[in-house]
């Protein structure tokens, strides 16, 4: 089959042809050089239709329901004429191979509505790998006319900085335990949240989740007020009877108008741009140091030097880089 | 004045000559490169007379009562023949000249105690700077047979991060206030305290200390388990009446024993010499990159036209690296 051109695949994603959509994220998942220049000019050709959408990032620990808890909000959303995508970040994956999270067939209803597109996470990849290819993901989507982007990812470690630093507004899902609702989510990924959602709020589980809606709310308390100026909301929802849900839609909607007044909304964005520039730069300046065959060499004699306590870490580090240099010019 | 050479330097400092001591720091302070191959040989000739002391960070907010605390415990210390070293980061004298911490004064007592040796944070410095410096302090300090290094900081920033990977033990110093007692402090600082102590316990303030030590070992209860296997502690002091003074070092002595006997304490160590040396090497290279004057033309236009959505920042990052690759060969 021959390939349309990026100057038509640009077409037909702002046109909103999700087939043309799909076509273009393998490209840019692709790690094949020859399409770098292509993916690139995709990307660049869709940017001025993108940055018009709300972007959501949803974390939470397995088991809190957080596909149902998607497919039930995202048809709430697509009822109103709304289009969302779903997309995830799943680091696991590249280890699993068999995705936790890229699994349509959890979002069978999402999946099948016209108005939603759900891609899982490219697999075999590194986080940094992962989270680029969802970044410009995201600008293909919003290119194709989608409003409502949710980043989904799992609630255990590195990958909710990284979904953090391309979404506007931060959605933790948590469940009712046994008194330490905290327990076992890293602070950070609490201080990061704009909203704590108590999902399977539904019979005999009401009471529990009411309690635990007191505790978390007493426990935000103890955080920092946050720089964009809004205080996070913690509130119940059930899946099962659609219950909260729409209060969950208010939340967000509510946050974007005070932040978009505010002006946190934009710098916010741009923030995200400047540091994803540099964090790129960062990155591949570390790998084409660190991959560097005589590099690598040197490095297990020097480590091994610092910890038999022969060289301080810093006289080491200066002898590397001089290494370095001498090995480039 | 003729200045020592290397080999008499270290020399002096292994029989314990502060006045040599406090010549090498100097001599490492110094940002004069001809300074920079006699401060190394320094510094690896007092490796191996290094590394048996207890390194102990201490932060807390300005007002908490930092250098009355370290006076008492220091004092504490030198009574039983010990040997008490304080050095201090604080980033914050770089901006003010005025360093809020450097100030031998502040502690009289054990500035003046010959088992005590007190050392303000080099000033006009970075925090990448001070921190480096710190560290190799700690090694001449060691091999000068100052067996408790004590290192304090303000408890503002990205300070205690630095402290924190070069000590052995992390102490928060704390304040008893109108309830809210984890309010401006970041939720990271607490996560790295292996013990909060809570100053000003004396006279009527003792009530209101014993409510907080409650309160805060509750809020402790919901962070997460440490690699190292030590539960954090609280406990309450006073610098005036020396309550429970004895207690901290218990509690310190305690920690080393344990950590010891797990193995974590010498593999936090080797940690944090592998933390510096890549911290030192990739902090090199980015200052070569974003203070290169050619890349800081391209990239003053490239953020601009990245904030215009004319280009990714992934796209953007791209033409940077190729742009310094071409500088370099």
Redesign the interface.
Known sequence: MVQPEAEELIAQIIAGDTTALSRAITLIESNNPNHFAKA?TV??GC??H??SSIRIGITGVPGVGKSSFIEVFGKHLTHQGKKVAVLTIDPSSAVSHGSILGDKTRMEKLSKDPNAYVRPSASGETLGGVA?KT??TI?LCEAAGFDTIIIETVGVGQSEIAVHSMVDFFLLLQITGAG?E???I???I??MADAIVITKSDGDNIPKTTLTKTELSR?L????PKKSGWIPTVTTCSSKTQEGIPEVEKIILNYVETTKNNGYFNRKR?EQ?????TE???D???QD?FNHPQIQNVLKE??KA??N??????????L??ETYKNL??
């Open positions: 690139n990307i660049n940017l001025p993108a940055n680029r970044r410009e600008t330490d905290l327990q076992g890293k602070r950070g609490i201080e426990a308390h103890y955080f920092p741009a741009n400047d540091y994803w520039l790129t730069i960062n591949q300046l570390k140091f020097t480590k610092v910890q306590n022969e060289t301080s870490p810093f006289a080491a580090a200066q590397l880089l480039r010019t």
